[in-house]
């Protein structure tokens, strides 16, 4: 039985979440269990084990630039300083050494990206993102 992708998603974003992991990684959890279950609630089972046995992942600067993109819509101008590093004029390119990979992604800002993704948000936390959020419309296929 093929489930529906709508389901998938929604069944799949409370473990992303939990986890705080970004959607490609949900992606690749998801991918390897799919052969293995037949319907909603198997999923959710399966996923629910998954997480018991999740180990800690560290991020990426692929990862980085994928959350800061299109799990939060932010510039690097607006991800750097959240992730502890100064806001100056010199930010994007501290952003983009990170996401290219030049510079070292730290254990601190792993766990920082993650709690982030998992939900948790600082006070100063920008309240409006500068990168365009994709329209619901930009999703169907069919136009």
Known sequence: MKIDPDV???????????LGYTPS???????????????????????????????????TGELIREARRKCFFF???????????????????TMSNL???RTEVTEMVSRLARAYLAGHRPPDWPR???????????????Q
């Open 75 to 93: 510039t690097a101008e607006q991800f750097g300083p959240l992730l502890g590093f100064k806001d100056s004029g010199s930010i994007r390119s």
């Open 25 to 59: 990684e949900i992606k690749e959890v998801v991918e390897t269990l799919l052969p293995t279950v037949a319907d909603r609630h198997e999923l959710r089972t399966a996923l629910e084990e998954y997480e018991k046995t999740a180990q800690y992942r560290p991020m």
């Open 99 to 101: 996401e290219n990979g």
């Open 128 to 142: 409006n993102p500068k990168l365009k959020k994709p329209s619901v419309l930009d999703k169907n296929p069919h």
């Open 8 to 18: 998938i998603d929604r069944t799949a974003r409370v473990t992303r979440k939990k």
